[in-house]
């Protein structure tokens, strides 16, 4: 399989737990942040968005939490899937561009 | 739905070779990019491209050039295949203005 899980952080949860997957990012002008999903052997898939003026945004069993004062986004997932096992990483953009700056990524494993 | 696709999922190459990777989307989209996703380092910009022909170097492009003579394909050129070039490499497209990148597969190249 892909060995992009390597060195990464890993969040244990067991299936049906909510999982809190956290994000410091580095540029307090950023204005608009990306949660993606990558599963292995698969290119990364776009979960939720929030802009700068938001501080929460749900989705489908997924919360993005936006702390700009401590630059700090979280992603909130209800009664976690084996599914949900994944790397996730968030992404954030500065300005009007349309280039994206990413985190390293977080391992979740759901335990059965 | 969006549809970004990269010519191989997996390339053996060796040391000297010149090596072309390939992505198409089928949106229309103005602007592509190319990733490489290493273990511990998250995602990094080597390239992209906002309009046909037109390419802008992104954090790590030595070692790397691109064409795009078309809209909807991008392509990743390796001069000379090194070994340090090994590596998961992603494609990604966004319309000009929206938020979110629309990734391909990833092509995991392997330089002996």
């Known amino acids: 399989g892909e060995n992009v899980g390597l060195h990464l952080p890993t969040l244990s949860v067991q299936e049906g737990d909510n999982s809190i997957i956290n994000c410091a990012y580095s540029n307090s002008a950023s204005d608009y942040f990306i949660w993606y999903k990558q599963e292995s052997g698969k290119g990364p898939q776009f979960i939720i968005d929030i802009r700068s003026n938001m501080d929460k945004r749900q989705g489908q069993r997924v919360t993005v939490l936006l702390n700009k004062t401590v630059k700090h986004l979280s992603l909130q997932i209800a009664a976690t899937q084996p599914g949900d096992s994944a790397v996730y990483f968030c992404a954030e953009k500065t300005g009007g561009g349309n280039k994206l700056t990413f985190g390293t990524g977080t391992q979740l494993k759901v335990e059965l | 739905d969006v549809k970004v696709t990269q010519s191989s999922r997996y390339l053996v190459k060796r040391t000297g070779e010149k090596v072309f990777l390939e992505c198409v989307q089928d949106m229309d989209h103005e602007n592509m990019f190319w990733y490489r996703q290493d273990p511990g380092l998250g995602l990094r910009l080597i390239y992209f491209?906002?309009?046909?022909?037109?390419?802008e170097k992104g954090d790590i492009p030595e070692g790397y050039s691109v064409s795009r003579e078309k809209k909807e394909r991008f392509s990743l050129i390796l001069e000379s295949a090194s070994t340090n070039q090994t590596s998961m490499y992603l494609c990604?497209?966004?319309?000009?203005?929206?938020?979110?990148?629309?990734f391909g597969p990833g092509t995991r190249l392997t330089v002996t």
């Open positions: 990604a497209s966004i319309r000009q203005g929206a938020g979110e990148q629309y």
């Open positions: 491209s906002y309009d046909v022909k037109m390419k």
